[in-house]
């Protein structure tokens, strides 16, 4: 990749990664019903998980979808029934007390794995290797995964501290149950736009 590309790239990465979508809609869900402490290891998972996403999309997995167009579309069906059940258990989430009893937030290794579900993952990621890595070799792979988790580190925190910002407000089990159903439909609406 060209050193002249990295302005680019990091504007495209900033808007893609600030923007809301699925694990934003997320970060911020966690950060009200769980606060921001526990949603530390989820803002990780995103992060890792993500840029784990880019290299192996960088290191050759992006041509398997250019050969075979079907197994995308075939993976966006997929992700699209496991966001409807997320999206019913947002909606459905105890309030903070009681979510924190039962310890029903997402796990490192939850987030990381989510990405692979995440059509806006899918879009940004596809999107930055096959626009900036083209034919380029494992040190470029490695920048852009830099740049991803350089921006993807504010943002997470960003998306979970106004959470957990809001956190109080949303003691009253009627408005915490009005911002829940109101993430699952954000996080249902972000992933139809990012299936378009």
């Known amino acids: 990749m060209s050193f002249d590309l990295l302005p680019a790239l990091y504007i495209f990465v900033l808007v893609a990664i600030f ?7 997320m970060l911020l869900a966690s ?14 998972g995103i992060t890792v998980g993500h840029s784990a996403m880019v290299v192996i999309l960088g290191l050759g997995l992006a041509q398997v979808f250019q050969t075979y167009p079907s197994v995308l579309t075939t993976l966006k069906f997929i992700c699209l029934a496991y966001l409807l059940s997320l999206a019913w ?7 903070p007390d009681a979510a924190q009893a039962r310890g029903n937030h997402l796990t490192f290794l939850a987030a990381a794995a989510f990405q692979w579900v ?3 993952a899918w879009a940004v990621a596809l999107t930055a290797v096959t626009a900036y890595l083209p034919g380029t070799g494992t040190e470029a792979v490695a920048l ?3 740049v991803f988790i350089t921006v993807s580190l504010p943002s997470v925190s960003l998306w979970a501290g106004m959470g957990t910002a809001i956190r109080g407000w949303l003691a009253e089990a009627d408005r915490l149950r009005a911002f829940n ?3 699952a439909a954000l996080l249902l609406l972000s992933t139809i736009l990012a299936m378009l």
Do not use: D, E, S, Y
């Open 19 to 25: 923007t809301p979508g699925p694990n934003n809609m």
């Open 181 to 183: 159903w109101t993430m």
């Open 144 to 146: 852009v995964a830099v």
């Open 118 to 120: 995440n059509p806006k």
């Open 31 to 44: 950060g009200a019903n769980f606060g921001l402490r526990r949603t530390v290891p989820h803002m990780l």
């Open 89 to 95: 258990r947002i909606a459905n989430a105890a309030p």
